[in-house]
Structures are given as structure tokens and as C-alpha cells.
């Protein structure tokens, strides 16, 4: 079609007339455009036009209406309301081509109130994170500089407690966890060694006689022994799996699965007259995340020497008695509705609050959560621990109030995956343990007392008391 430069638009055949008898969308090849006809028309100094008409292809873009600029890009689709109609389509009238613009204007409105309001949110939450971020490094330096080299002068003192309130940050916890719950049991790290080897024997001997982790008979034989027995070894490799699935560190092949058993089963060979109890693989579990394996085992073997633990891992029923009466005393006196709702219904504490105290929250609240209430129980002691479940209690109220038995018990033995920190502190902090002018530790030395008393009567007064 082209000769020295030159374009020809004469047809295959020669015949002139071809391309006014064409369409040129559908006969010329290659399609023209206008800067070609342009060029056409500057080469041969003729016009290109067929009888009297405009170019072709100006012709047909005589409908092409072309995008007017916009200041705002709008979403999608939006802007095609504001195009012309093709010739083929009747025309917009005035109003309705005004009501598409006042529609669009809307929408370009929205979209940037939109935008601006995400904006704004998302500069507060930076805002709000590096205020949090500030403040942690400002507790660090404090934490590092001034309360840990004088501990034992400032612990209780008041600004330090009011600190301690806020929550330790994770970077020292490892260091005030271990202060504030001290060593009274004088553990080493080489008696962690020796007592780590003994399980390694026992577990070595487990393996040579052949049972297996998921033999189901095996399983319910090593449930049945009993707690002063060093074969409850067996039934941490059972439990392991279970604690923090979510996290995946535990689990056979995570990071942390051996440490974890390397610290329960030195345990149960430090305390066989306590053995391993299900439940305990999760206070482990925490002070796994925040020390080495080492200094984790002397805080867990001192944090299970407490009277409370002791009283719910060896399941001294007697004790743990005392305990829940301690408990409804101050939940009566800070929640009478509930209360009277609960004994209505017979929902004792013992339904939700062992699985509470028994694992410390680390099972039953986030675990973020369950880290700031171990921060003030290092502090405060298991009287920390009961008001929290009375905080619980307190947060749920209305929900609860309103549910019968079965739907509390539920709702208690599976708490709010979502539970907000500030939430429940700001719960906790409204909690009195107070009642009649007595404190908890007096609460309850009363109630063990008149146990006491009562039970060495009955001993008196029994018919075969020789």
C-alpha cells in the first residue's frame, strides 16, 4: 500500500471509488488515524474528505465525549454518570444530567469525608501507639535504673506500686517476676540439672517398656496414679499438645516443647508428692515466654510452693473449701444481685473458679491479659488473684444476671476471647476485699479457724471416741 513515502488508498483492484464505498472501520488496514490523514493530507495537498463530508474517523469520534479532568479520582465506576450518551441513545435531558452531577458530587463527597475520617483514625492510633511506646521506655529506664539496684528499699514504696499497676514491660518481667516471687526453696540451677536427669531416666524407662503417648489404656492407667507418684512423668507428654495450640511452640516440633517438658518433668521429680497435674503445663508455659528455662523452673517450683497453689494442685479438697467460702464472702459483698442470682441457680465457685486460679488465667484469659494480672499477683499475692475473678464477675454482670445455669457455666469456663486489659483493670480496681473491716488473710484465718474448731468438735463429741 505504500510506494517511495507515499500512502495509496486506492482499493485491491485499483478502483478509486473503494474507499468512499467503504466504511473506514471496516475497510481500511491498517486503521488511520487522524495524525495519519494529517500527514496524508501535508504529503499529497489534498483533503481527504467524500462528498463533502468531514474525515472519516472524525466522523465517528463525533460522539466520543472525553473525560473531563477530574481533581478527585472516584472509585470504580462512578464517573461514568457524568459521560455523554452514544448517538445511538436518546440524549440526557437538563434535570437528569444535573441529577447524575449533584449524584456524583455526593459520592466524591462521601468518599473524601470517608477517607479523611480513616485519616484521622489512623493518626490517632499512631499517636496513641507511640505514646504507649514512650511510656514503656520511660518505665524501662525507671524500672532498670532506679527500682531494680534498690529493690528491697523501694518495692513497697508508693510511686513503685503505682508503676507496678500499670504493668511491668515485657522486656525486665523476666527480672521482677523473679524478685517479687522469690526463691524461699533456695533452688539452684544445677539442682535443676540433677532433678532434669532423674526425668530423663524415668522417661527413658517409660520408652523401653513400650508405651506409647497415644495408647489410650496407657493414658487412663497413668491418670489413675496417684500424685505422689514420679510415673505422672508419662502424662506431661499427653498434656503438652494442649497448652497454647493457638501459639504452635509447644506442640511436637515448636521450639518450646522440649524445654516445657524438660522443665514439668523436673518438677515432678523435685515434688513427687505433688507429681504432674494437668493444668500446670500453662503456668510453665508463661514463664517460659519470659525467662530462660533455668530461672523459669526455680520461679515455678517457688510460685507452686504457695499455700493457694498447693491447696488446688495437690486437690486438698479441705482447704480449697475454705477458699471458695473466703471467695463468696467479698463476691456477696460487691455483687449481691449475682450472687443471690448464682445461688439461685446453685452455680458454685468450684464450676469456674479452679480453672481460673488452678492455671492462674494463663488458660482461661488472653494471654496478654493473663500477663498483666501476673504482674500485680507478684506483687499483691493470691488475694490479687480472687479479686480479679470478682472483676470477672463484675464485667459480665448484666450479661450474666439474665442467663440460666447452663448458659453461665458456659459463658465462665469460656471467657471472651477479646477481653479488654483496661476494661478489667478499670473492673479491678473498683473490687473491695474488705468486708466487716476484714481484709482477705483475715477472712479467711477466720474461716480456717472455725473449720478447725468445728471439726475438733464433732471429734469430741463422736460416739466411738475412745
Known amino acids: ?71 478527585f479520582e472516584p472509585l470504580s465506576t462512578t464517573a461514568l454518570i457524568l459521560e455523554n450518551r452514544p448517538p445511538n441513545l436518546p440524549a440526557k435531558c437538563v434535570q437528569e444530567a444535573q441529577r447524575h452531577r449533584r449524584e456524583y458530587e455526593e459520592m466524591v463527597a462521601q468518599a ?63 527480672k521482677v517476676w523473679s524478685l517479687a516471687i522469690g526463691n524461699e526453696l533456695n533452688i539452684t540451677h544445677e539442682l535443676y540439672e540433677i532433678f532434669l536427669s532423674r526425668a ?10 513400650n508405651m506409647e503417648n497415644g495408647d489410650v489404656e496407657a493414658e487412663l492407667e497413668l491418670e489413675a496414679v496417684g500424685a505422689d507418684r514420679e ?22 516440633g515448636g521450639p518450646y516443647h522440649n524445654v516445657l517438658q524438660n522443665i514439668l518433668g523436673a518438677y515432678t521429680c523435685y515434688r513427687p508428692d505433688v507429681g ?13 515466654l519470659n525467662l530462660n528455662a533455668a530461672d523459669a523452673f526455680v520461679v515455678f517450683a517457688n510460685l507452686l510452693n504457695k499455700p493457694c497453689q498447693l491447696a488446688f494442685f495437690r486437690v486438698d479438697h479441705s ?37 481460673w486460679i488452678f492455671t492462674l ?33 463484675l464485667m459480665f454482670e448484666e450479661v450474666l444476671l439474665r442467663m440460666d445455669f447452663i448458659h453461665m457455666a458456659q459463658m465462665l469456663t469460656r471467657l471472651p476471647e ?14 473491695q476485699l474488705q468486708s466487716r473491716n476484714k481484709k482477705w488473710g483475715q477472712v479467711l484465718a477466720t474461716l480456717q479457724r472455725d473449720w478447725r474448731d468445728s471439726g475438733d468438735s464433732s471429734r469430741n463429741s463422736s460416739p466411738n471416741r475412745q
Open 112 to 174: 473524601r469525608k470517608r477517607e479523611l475520617k480513616e485519616s484521622q483514625k489512623r493518626k490517632k492510633k499512631m499517636k496513641e501507639r507511640c505514646k504507649i511506646e514512650d511510656g514503656i521506655s520511660n518505665s524501662v529506664m525507671t524500672w532498670n535504673t532506679e527500682i531494680l539496684p534498690n529493690w528491697e528499699t523501694l518495692k513497697q514504696m508508693r510511686w513503685v506500686r503505682d508503676l507496678w499497676w500499670q504493668g511491668i514491660p515485657p522486656s525486665i518481667r523476666h
Open 361 to 393: 488465667y494463663s488458660k482461661s484469659l488472653p494471654l496478654d491479659v493473663a500477663c498483666r494480672v501476673w504482674d500485680v499477683f507478684c506483687r499483691d499475692g493470691e488475694e490479687f488473684l480472687f479479686r480479679t475473678a470478682i472483676a470477672i464477675l
Open 319 to 355: 482447704l480449697m473449701l475454705k477458699y471458695y467460702a473466703a471467695f463468696e464472702v467479698f463476691f456477696e459483698e460487691n455483687l449481691p444481685n449475682l450472687f443471690a442470682h448464682f445461688k439461685k441457680y446453685n452455680l458454685t465457685p468450684d464450676i469456674y473458679l479452679i480453672d
Open 276 to 288: 504432674y497435674v494437668q493444668g500446670m503445663s500453662f503456668i510453665a508455659a508463661v514463664l517460659l
Open 1 to 71: 500500500m505504500a510506494s517511495n513515502g507515499r500512502l495509496s488508498l486506492s482499493s485491491p483492484n485499483g478502483d478509486s471509488r473503494w474507499l468512499g464505498a467503504c466504511s473506514p472501520l471496516e475497510s481500511v488496514t491498517p486503521v488511520l488515524t487522524c495524525c495519519g490523514f494529517k500527514e496524508y493530507e501535508e504529503r499529497t495537498g489534498r483533503t481527504l474528505q467524500s462528498n463533502g463530508s468531514q474525515h472519516p474517523l472524525k466522523k465517528q469520534q463525533q460522539w466520543v465525549s472525553p473525560r473531563k479532568p477530574l481533581s
Open 418 to 431: 477479646n477481653l479488654s486489659i483496661d476494661e478489667l483493670f478499670t473492673a479491678i480496681a473498683t473490687v
Open 231 to 252: 510415673n505422672s512423668l508419662e502424662l506431661i507428654k499427653l498434656d503438652i499438645s494442649r497448652t497454647f495450640p493457638t501459639l504452635c511452640i509447644f506442640q511436637k
Open 200 to 209: 530423663m531416666e524415668k522417661w527413658k524407662q517409660f520408652e523401653d517398656s
